[in-house]
Each structure stands twice: as structure tokens, then as C-alpha cells.
């Protein structure tokens, strides 16, 4: 077998995006990857291990060959009658198709070609063996399909002058990349393998830490030593993982020493770590004066605009001290620590003014203003639409508490949407809702009120929190049911994956407070509701709004962990008050492991299908069989299993009991094989044959209170 060597490719650019590093650095070198073992270089004990770099990207692929193993291929020619004449000698056209595959026309050719009978025709196949690719042809192509398959948010066009070195390909002059590439290296082994890409030529010198490398330009001795060369002569952490790694290490620490936490952010840490090639933490703070912001607003313009990390206390609260991930690591840290001291001041000096001049104002006297705002073009103004959600958030809370509750929803709704109009929202859109609740509070509301206005947004994405009362649960539903109906009735539904509204966020949202909240609302009333909230005009939508809440719902549940089978069981009766859903898919998996289950359902599913095809319509809907009509032991034995087993059913199902309700039904196994065993449904006899619907009718009542049993059938 032919001796495989490790393989290394890095393009050295300028800065790349941060948010979009990590992604590029993951799509180069699984793109590299595949189109290496796409062209027989690589196996599948072929191991990628990627690097990515505020400037690089690259891949170090171990067990690739220099040239692919040689593959036998099949190439279909002709009709036989057509390439060959009377005679059995090549006709002009296979000559022709021969030639043009590079093949000779000699007679060994032509007596190795292989006949295949292809319906009523012969057809001739020439097989032949195709040369492996070598690896300078393979990578090529490889990697000029992983730089066009790169998630690039921005493209840049950028010239090259052909004249700047002996790395760029000359003649180019336009190159278009996310940024300007400086650089390319291309080892297998210690060997440089001959590859161009966006005008340059594969070296094997890359260039390390922009200040602090001790060899620039670092000379690359072979693949292997990539990710320690650059660490000892780069001063270059090459792995995002491992750079991510240190600086979290780095952080703990750090906060360790201040007796503090740093703040949980994935994505902050993401972004830091794409902007440092050597991180180093330092510890730096801010007047302890800026306290009296609300914390939410400084830790986000801490954030959001300086990338710092805020240290918070046992509690929760935030510190006056914080992180910065430097990219130096001077002897002397004390004017970095000074200078980011410097920069953080005015950005918190701003978060201050705005919430001190906010605060100038009530929320109250801001709700007039909303009418001067355009909520969409054809749902009219955010004034319009406050109004809507009071009417929603008012008879929500009216069925959640009474006239109590329904009073602070209506005042929390009216409120709730003012601090848009707000300085400090106008700079952090994020705050949204946050800023409503500590202005609410200012300005002496109730509690609840504040907390329902600071809570109204949620849940605002996958695992977040659910409004923490019942006022905002009120709120909250009307505002994303108001959402939902008034784009459904405008005809702006969701698309395959384009959703400009979220309104698959928000109906999840809606999903997860009837469910998890245990809300005893019925989703057909509220679905009403929302669309009444709207004066004439607006598309009645609300068949096709119901049925996407049941189908992002029937999504919601097997995410939780239900099978498709419990799931369409209990999801197939429609039952309107979601926050049973727990206990009807308790009751059907308890159902379910029970020994009769599989020949109730498929007896359940048996009896729907008759129902469905019996031309006594109105047998289904009789309240009893006539026990007078009841002729054969068997119909009569299940006529008294169901006159026993019915009524406890039933009184399980109205206690909320849905697995006591499930299992009553097991009695009825025996009863129902014994009538299918003995019992002509369709009798000859008019009376009978109704009477027997009939019965039949009432079991299938009886046993699909909880769930359609019939999914549960195999």
C-alpha cells in the first residue's frame, strides 16, 4: 500500500470578521476534507484537525496520499449494431467515441469491449482503468472548492499587484475573498505541494503574532510541526478551541482572584476568542458611582461595545471590576489595564445620561407618542396595536384571576410597549421590556405591573424564561397572539426556512407558557379572541393560524422526548386545553407497556374504519344499543363490559386521571376479540346490523377520550 503523509494548507489574510470565524475555520477544513477523500487521497482514517486565527485558516489532514489508487471504470459506448458492422468490425462511429477517450482503435481494444443487453438492445462497454489523481491536481480543486463554499457573509474585491513577490501568480489583478490573503501554504510532510489560490503560489512560510513573534517570517519545517512553530516562534495560539480553552481558563482565574464571577456568554467568548491570536486576561475597573445604572445596561454597553467581560458577585449582582482579553502581554500590563479603563468611562457616562433623562418622563406620558409609530403598513401603528394587545391581555387575565388580574394585565399591556420611546432603548434594542420594568418601578406602579412589562418578550428564544406572573403570562400571550393573527391575516406566514416575523418563536412561545404554566385556556377561544382584537378588514385566518400552533406544537413535543406515536395519538383528538398535554402522553406511555395495549389499538383503529365505512351515518351518534337487540353472547358480554368499565373511565378522565382512564380499558380486551371472534357487524337484519354500530359507536367513545388509540397501532 502507498505510504500516506499529513497534509497542512493555511491561507494567511487580514483580519477575518470575528462572529464568523469560527464557522469559516469549521467550513475550510471540513470542505478540504471531503474533497480530498472526493478524489481518493484521503480515508476514513483520515483525521482533520482545524485552525483558525483572527489571520488564518487552516487544516492539518492526517494519512493522505501523494497519488490516489488507479480505479477501475466502466464507460458505456454505443448500440452494438451501431459500432459495429455486419461483418463484427468497428464501424467509423466507434473509431469516433474511441478516439475521443483517448483509446486506440487496435483489435485488443475492440475484442475486450463488453456486451450488455439493456432491454431489446446490445450495448458495448469499454472498461478501462483510470490513473488516481495526483495530489497536486486533487488538493487543487479541493481547495478552490473550499474557498468558493465558504460561509462568507461579505464578499471584498481587492487588486493584487502582480509585482509584489515571488508568492503571488502573476498576471492577477482582482481578487474576490472575505479579506485581502497575504499568504499560502501547502505541506505534505516536509514536501511543499504546488497549489495557486487567490493569486498566490503555496510556500511554506506563514507570519506569526503581528508584535510579539520572535522569527518573522515563521519557516514551516514540515506539516506536523504547524501548531507548535507557531506557538514557540509565532507566539500564536493556532487552535480556536484551545485559544477558547485558555482564555476561559484565563477568566476563571482571574475572577477567582477578585472573588468574583465573569459572565456566562458563549457567543461573547466566540467573538473575543476571534480576535486574539495570544490572549491574556486582565483585570480592570470602573467609579463604582455607575453602580446606580440598572446592571443590565452596563453589562450589555460593556458587551455589546467594548467585548469586556463583567464580573458579577455570589448573587448575581454586578461588580464595579471586569475583563479584557488583551492580545499583548507586555511586562507592564498598567497601560492597557489604563487605557481600557479610559475607553469603558464615556460608555458608561452614556448609559447613565440616558437612564437618568428617561426617568425625567413617565411611561404613562410616552403612550400617546406611539401612535406617531408604524407597527407594519397594513396593522396600522405601535398605538393601535397596544390597544389590541389590552383588549387580549384584559380577557386573558379576566379567565387566569378574575377582574383583579385582568385590571393589571390591561394596565401592564398599556405600558408595556412605551419604553421604546425611551433613550436608553433607542440605543440597546436588547433592553427592550428590561427598561420598561425598571421605569415602571420608578414611576411607583405595582410590582406586577413592572414585572409583567419587564417580562412580556418572553419567552424570547429556545430555553429562556417564562414570564414570571400571571400578569405577564397574560400580557405575553396577547402580545404574541396579537403578533400571530394580525400577520396571518395579512397573509405573511412563515416560508420554509424564512420566517422575517419569528412567528415560529412566538408560537413556541405561546406553546410553552399553556404547557408549562399549566394554563387552563382553551387554544380555539384564543385564537378567536386574537383575530376579534382587530377591527373589520383582516383576513379571517384563524383555521390556518390553529393549525400551525397544533403543528408547531406536535415539533415541540417530540423534541421533548414523546415518540411520533404517543404524539399523534394524543395530538389526532385535538384536545383544546394544551396544558393536559403532559398527562395524556403519561397516560398513553403507561397505556402503551401495558399487555393488551397493541390488540386494543388495533381493535380501536378496526372499529374506526368500520364507523367510517358503515352507511348508517347516524349510528355513531345513538346514545345506546337497545340491550333488547343484543342476539349473540358475545355482543352482549362486551355490551356489559362497557356498561361496567365505561362509567370508571369516565370518572378518571374528569378527575384528570388520564392514565386511571387508559388503564380501565384493558378489561375490555377479552370482550372485544371475543365479539370480533363471533359477531357479523354487518347483519343481513337492518336493526341488528345499526345496533351493532351502535355498540360499536360507544366503544369507540369510550376508548379515545384520552388519545386516538388507533395511532398506537402497529
Given at each position: 500500500?502507498?505510504?500516506?503523509?499529513?497534509?497542512?494548507?493555511?491561507?494567511?489574510?487580514?483580519?477575518?470578521?470575528?462572529?464568523?470565524?469560527?464557522?469559516?475555520?469549521?467550513?475550510?477544513?471540513?470542505?478540504?476534507?471531503?474533497?480530498?477523500?472526493?478524489?481518493?487521497?484521503?480515508?476514513?482514517?483520515?483525521?482533520?484537525?482545524?485552525?483558525?486565527?483572527?489571520?488564518?485558516?487552516?487544516?492539518?489532514?492526517?494519512?493522505?496520499?501523494?497519488?490516489?489508487?488507479?480505479?477501475?471504470?466502466?464507460?458505456?459506448?454505443?448500440?452494438?449494431?451501431?459500432?459495429?458492422?455486419?461483418?463484427?468490425?468497428?464501424?467509423?462511429?466507434?473509431?469516433?467515441?474511441?478516439?475521443?477517450?483517448?483509446?486506440?482503435?487496435?483489435?485488443?481494444?475492440?475484442?475486450?469491449?463488453?456486451?450488455?443487453?439493456?432491454?431489446?438492445?446490445?450495448?458495448?462497454?469499454?472498461?478501462?482503468?483510470?490513473?488516481?489523481?495526483?495530489?497536486?491536481?486533487?488538493?487543487?480543486?479541493a481547495l478552490d472548492e473550499a474557498i468558493a463554499k465558504l460561509p462568507i457573509p461579505k464578499v471584498m474585491q481587492y487588486q493584487l499587484d502582480s509585482g509584489e513577490g515571488a508568492h503571488f501568480q502573476p498576471g492577477w489583478t482582482s481578487v474576490h475573498f472575505v479579506r485581502p490573503a497575504h499568504g499560502l501554504v501547502a505541506l505534505h510532510g516536509a514536501d511543499v505541494v504546488p497549489v495557486q489560490?487567490?493569486?498566490?503560489?503555496?510556500?511554506?512560510?506563514?507570519?506569526?503574532?503581528?508584535?510579539?513573534?520572535?522569527?518573522?517570517?515563521?519557516?514551516?519545517?514540515?506539516?506536523?510541526?504547524?501548531?507548535?512553530?507557531?506557538?514557540?516562534?509565532?507566539?500564536?495560539?493556532?487552535?480556536?478551541?484551545?485559544?477558547?480553552?485558555?482564555?476561559?481558563?484565563?477568566?476563571?482565574?482571574?475572577?477567582?482572584?477578585?472573588?468574583?464571577?465573569?459572565?456566562?456568554?458563549?457567543?461573547?467568548?466566540?467573538?473575543?476568542?476571534?480576535?486574539?491570536?495570544?490572549?491574556?486576561?486582565?483585570?480592570?475597573?470602573?467609579?463604582?458611582?455607575?453602580?446606580?445604572?440598572?446592571?443590565?445596561?452596563?453589562?450589555?454597553?460593556?458587551?455589546?461595545?467594548?467585548?469586556y467581560f463583567p464580573l458579577l458577585d455570589a448573587e448575581g449582582r454586578l461588580s464595579h471590576r471586569f475583563l479584557v482579553v488583551s492580545n499583548i502581554s507586555p511586562a507592564d500590563a498598567s497601560r492597557v489595564v489604563q487605557g481600557n479603563e479610559r475607553v469603558v468611562r464615556p460608555r458608561l457616562a452614556d448609559a447613565k445620561f440616558f437612564f437618568d433623562q428617561d426617568r425625567r418622563r413617565t411611561l404613562e406620558s410616552r403612550?400617546?407618542?406611539?401612535?406617531?409609530?408604524?407597527?407594519?403598513?397594513?396593522?396600522?401603528?405601535?398605538?393601535?396595536?397596544?390597544?389590541?394587545?389590552?383588549?387580549?391581555?384584559?380577557?386573558?387575565?379576566?379567565?387566569?384571576?378574575?377582574?383583579?388580574?385582568?385590571?393589571?394585565?390591561?394596565?401592564?399591556?398599556?405600558?408595556?410597549?412605551?419604553?421604546?420611546?425611551?433613550?436608553?432603548?433607542?440605543?440597546?434594542?436588547?433592553?427592550?421590556?428590561?427598561?420598561?420594568?425598571?421605569?415602571?418601578?420608578?414611576?411607583?406602579?405595582?410590582?406586577?405591573?413592572?414585572?409583567?412589562?419587564?417580562?412580556?418578550?418572553?419567552?424570547?428564544?429556545?430555553?429562556?424564561?417564562?414570564?414570571?406572573?400571571?400578569?405577564?403570562?397574560?400580557?405575553?400571550?396577547?402580545?404574541?397572539?396579537?403578533?400571530?393573527?394580525?400577520?396571518?391575516?395579512?397573509?405573511?406566514?412563515?416560508?420554509?426556512?424564512?420566517?422575517?416575523?419569528?412567528?415560529?418563536?412566538?408560537?413556541?412561545?405561546?406553546?410553552?407558557?399553556?404547557?408549562?404554566?399549566?394554563?387552563?385556556?382553551?387554544?380555539?377561544?384564543?385564537?378567536?379572541?386574537?383575530?376579534?382584537?382587530?377591527?373589520?378588514?383582516?383576513?379571517?385566518?384563524?383555521?390556518?393560524?390553529?393549525?400551525?400552533?397544533?403543528?408547531?406544537?406536535?415539533?415541540?413535543?417530540?423534541?421533548?422526548?414523546?415518540?411520533?406515536?404517543?404524539?399523534?395519538?394524543?395530538?389526532?383528538?385535538?384536545?383544546?386545553?394544551?396544558?393536559?398535554?403532559?398527562?395524556?402522553?403519561?397516560?398513553?406511555?403507561?397505556?402503551?407497556?401495558?399487555?393488551?395495549?397493541?390488540?386494543?389499538?388495533?381493535?380501536?383503529?378496526?372499529?374506526?374504519?368500520?364507523?367510517?365505512?358503515?352507511?348508517?351515518?347516524?349510528?355513531?351518534?345513538?346514545?345506546?344499543?337497545?340491550?333488547?337487540?343484543?342476539?349473540?353472547?358475545?355482543?352482549?358480554?362486551?355490551?356489559?363490559?362497557?356498561?361496567?368499565?365505561?362509567?370508571?373511565?369516565?370518572?378518571?378522565?374528569?378527575?384528570?386521571?388520564?392514565?386511571?382512564?387508559?388503564?380501565?380499558?384493558?378489561?375490555?380486551?377479552?370482550?372485544?376479540?371475543?365479539?370480533?371472534?363471533?359477531?357479523?357487524?354487518?347483519?343481513?337484519?337492518?336493526?341488528?346490523?345499526?345496533?351493532?354500530?351502535?355498540?360499536?359507536?360507544?366503544?369507540?367513545?369510550?376508548?379515545?377520550?384520552?388519545?386516538?388509540?388507533?395511532?398506537?397501532?402497529?
Amino acid at each position: 500500500m502507498t505510504s500516506t503523509k499529513n497534509l497542512l494548507v493555511e491561507l494567511f489574510v487580514e483580519e477575518l470578521p470575528p462572529k464568523a470565524l469560527k464557522k469559516l475555520g469549521e467550513a475550510f477544513g471540513a470542505a478540504l476534507l471531503d474533497g480530498l477523500r472526493a478524489a481518493g487521497l484521503a480515508g476514513e482514517g483520515s483525521v482533520l484537525n482545524g485552525f483558525a486565527t483572527p489571520r488564518r485558516l487552516a487544516a492539518h489532514v492526517s494519512h493522505v496520499l501523494a497519488v490516489a489508487p488507479d480505479r477501475a471504470a466502466s464507460v458505456k459506448l454505443m448500440p452494438a449494431a451501431v459500432a459495429l458492422d455486419a461483418a463484427g468490425a468497428p464501424t467509423a462511429a466507434l473509431h469516433k467515441k474511441l478516439a475521443a477517450l483517448g483509446v486506440a482503435s487496435d483489435p485488443d481494444t475492440i475484442a475486450g469491449l463488453r456486451r450488455v443487453a439493456e432491454g431489446k438492445a446490445e450495448l458495448l462497454y469499454l472498461d478501462t482503468v483510470v490513473p488516481g489523481a495526483t495530489l497536486a491536481a486533487g488538493l487543487q480543486k479541493a481547495l478552490d472548492e473550499a474557498i468558493a463554499k465558504l460561509p462568507i457573509p461579505k464578499v471584498m474585491q481587492y487588486q493584487l499587484d502582480s509585482g509584489e513577490g515571488a508568492h503571488f501568480q502573476p498576471g492577477w489583478t482582482s481578487v474576490h475573498f472575505v479579506r485581502p490573503a497575504h499568504g499560502l501554504v501547502a505541506l505534505h510532510g516536509a514536501d511543499v505541494v504546488p497549489v495557486q489560490a487567490l493569486g498566490l503560489v503555496a510556500g511554506r512560510q506563514t507570519r506569526g503574532h503581528r508584535f510579539e513573534a520572535t522569527f518573522d517570517p515563521v519557516v514551516l519545517q514540515d506539516a506536523d510541526h504547524y501548531e507548535r512553530q507557531l506557538a514557540e516562534q509565532g507566539a500564536v495560539v493556532a487552535s480556536f478551541a484551545a485559544r477558547r480553552g485558555e482564555i476561559v481558563r484565563q477568566l476563571a482565574a482571574a475572577a477567582a482572584r477578585e472573588g468574583l464571577v465573569p459572565v456566562d456568554d458563549d457567543a461573547l467568548l466566540d467573538e473575543v476568542t476571534a480576535l486574539v491570536e495570544r490572549p491574556n486576561v486582565l483585570v480592570c475597573g470602573f467609579p463604582r458611582e455607575f453602580l446606580a445604572v440598572p446592571q443590565e445596561c452596563l453589562i450589555l454597553t460593556m458587551k455589546a461595545n467594548q467585548k469586556y467581560f463583567p464580573l458579577l458577585d455570589a448573587e448575581g449582582r454586578l461588580s464595579h471590576r471586569f475583563l479584557v482579553v488583551s492580545n499583548i502581554s507586555p511586562a507592564d500590563a498598567s497601560r492597557v489595564v489604563q487605557g481600557n479603563e479610559r475607553v469603558v468611562r464615556p460608555r458608561l457616562a452614556d448609559a447613565k445620561f440616558f437612564f437618568d433623562q428617561d426617568r425625567r418622563r413617565t411611561l404613562e406620558s410616552r403612550v400617546p407618542e406611539l401612535a406617531r409609530v408604524v407597527y407594519h403598513g397594513k396593522l396600522g401603528s405601535q398605538g393601535e396595536r397596544v390597544e389590541r394587545v389590552r383588549l387580549l391581555a384584559r380577557r386573558i387575565g379576566q379567565e387566569l384571576g378574575g377582574e383583579s388580574l385582568a385590571a393589571l394585565a390591561d394596565r401592564a399591556a398599556l405600558l408595556a410597549k412605551a419604553d421604546l420611546l425611551t433613550d436608553m432603548v433607542g440605543e440597546f434594542p436588547e433592553l427592550q421590556g428590561v427598561m420598561g420594568g425598571y421605569y415602571a418601578r420608578h414611576d411607583g406602579e405595582p410590582e406586577a405591573v413592572a414585572l409583567a412589562i419587564e417580562d412580556h418578550y418572553r419567552p424570547r428564544f429556545a430555553g429562556d424564561g417564562l414570564p414570571r406572573g400571571d400578569a405577564g403570562l397574560a400580557v405575553a400571550l396577547a402580545d404574541k397572539l396579537e403578533t400571530l393573527a394580525g400577520l396571518f391575516g395579512i397573509g405573511q406566514l412563515p416560508t420554509g426556512d424564512k420566517d422575517p416575523f419569528a412567528l415560529r418563536r412566538h408560537a413556541l412561545g405561546v406553546i410553552r407558557m399553556l404547557v408549562e404554566r399549566d394554563l387552563p385556556l382553551a387554544v380555539p377561544a384564543l385564537v378567536d379572541m386574537a383575530f376579534e382584537a382587530f377591527a373589520a378588514g383582516l383576513a379571517d385566518a384563524r383555521g390556518e393560524l390553529t393549525h400551525f400552533l397544533y403543528e408547531r406544537l406536535i415539533g415541540w413535543l417530540r423534541e421533548a422526548g414523546y415518540s411520533a406515536q404517543e404524539v399523534d395519538a394524543v395530538v389526532a383528538l385535538r384536545p383544546p386545553r394544551w396544558a393536559e398535554l403532559p398527562q395524556r402522553l403519561a397516560a398513553v406511555r403507561a397505556f402503551a407497556a401495558l399487555p393488551e395495549a397493541a390488540a386494543l389499538a388495533a381493535a380501536n383503529k378496526r372499529v374506526g374504519n368500520i364507523l367510517k365505512k358503515s352507511e348508517a351515518g347516524d349510528a355513531a351518534l345513538a346514545p345506546a344499543p337497545d340491550a333488547a337487540l343484543l342476539r349473540e353472547p358475545a355482543e352482549a358480554a362486551l355490551a356489559a363490559a362497557l356498561q361496567a368499565v365505561e362509567p370508571q373511565a369516565e370518572a378518571a378522565f374528569a378527575r384528570g386521571e388520564h392514565t386511571a382512564s387508559l388503564q380501565a380499558l384493558a378489561a375490555l380486551k377479552a370482550p372485544v376479540d371475543a365479539f370480533f371472534d363471533h359477531v357479523m357487524v354487518n347483519a343481513d337484519d337492518p336493526a341488528l346490523r345499526r345496533n351493532r354500530l351502535a355498540l360499536l359507536a360507544r366503544l369507540h367513545r369510550a376508548m379515545n377520550r384520552v388519545a386516538d388509540l388507533s395511532r398506537l397501532a402497529a
